[in-house]
């Protein structure tokens, strides 16, 4: 069955332009992360959606990013007037419930991005 | 403190023997989830195997195997019979709560290079 997809693959920015990344979780998680992973990193927790409601967003490194999932589905994090330490890997993943520590997370193929 | 901390940067192996990842964790909770992941290359995260706080026996999962002890707070990964697909980043993570508060933590993980 299909997976979690993201998109763009690699993005390359020019230091102050902003940029959207995609994220299309499974089709019907109701949980929804993105993670931030810069390079010889583990990923790192950015924010968390449930549904349409974003609970939690205190991994978010700065007021330039900004991640939206209106309609409980795809979901895109925006980073405004990007700088170079921007550049990393962004992934996505969804998990079917919203309870439970042993809820599995399925993630995505991440997004490179890269700031000059 | 670190939640989870990977000892081993790099780990080499031969094929077709065995290799333990090591990981420990630390957290107050009674309640949580231990994970591990595998990112290849090719930068998607793949599931391997869960491990509950609750659960009694170790988790397995084909040739991998999960050496749970609770009173060392440790949690290490036993691949068995190496094969050279096995040659990626190793991330060992973990979910703390009884539901509801979803984020992970993950190391910073180990490289594992399974030799011919």
């Known amino acids: 069955g299909a997976g979690v997809s993201q998109s763009p693959r690699y993005k390359v920015a020019k230091r102050g332009q902003d940029v959207a990344l995609r994220c299309d979780p499974i089709s019907g998680h109701v949980s929804l992360f993105w993670y931030q992973q810069a390079l010889g990193q583990g990923p790192e927790f950015l924010t968390y959606f449930q549904n349409e409601a974003q609970l939690d967003k205190s991994g978010l490194p700065s007021d330039r990013f900004f991640a939206e999932r209106p309609e409980g589905s795809v979901s895109t994090l925006k980073i405004q007037r990007t700088q170079q330490e921007d550049s990393a890997v962004y992934l996505c993943?969804?998990?079917?419930?919203?309870?439970?520590?042993?809820?599995?997370?399925?993630f995505g193929p991440g997004t490179r991005l890269l700031v000059l | 403190a670190q939640k989870i901390t990977q000892t081993q940067p790099g780990m080499f192996v031969q094929e077709k023997e065995a290799v333990t990842l090591d990981c420990t964790y630390d957290?107050?909770?009674?309640?949580?989830?231990l994970f591990w992941y595998k990112q290849p290359s090719s930068g998607e995260m793949i599931f391997l195997i869960y491990?509950?706080?609750?659960?009694?026996q170790n988790a397995t999962e084909g040739r991998y195997s999960l050496n749970f002890q609770k009173a060392r707070k440790s949690a290490n990964l036993v691949i068995s019979a190496s094969q050279l697909g096995d040659s990626a980043m190793y991330f060992c993570?973990?979910?703390?709560?009884?539901?509801?508060?979803?984020?992970?933590?993950f190391g910073t993980g180990t490289k594992l290079q399974v030799i011919p």
């Open positions: 491990q509950g706080s609750y659960d009694q």
């Open positions: 957290t107050s909770d009674p309640s949580y989830g």
């Open positions: 993570a973990m979910r703390e709560g009884p539901g509801g508060y979803q984020k992970v933590t």
């Open positions: 993943a969804s998990s079917l419930r919203w309870t439970g520590p042993g809820e599995t997370q399925y």
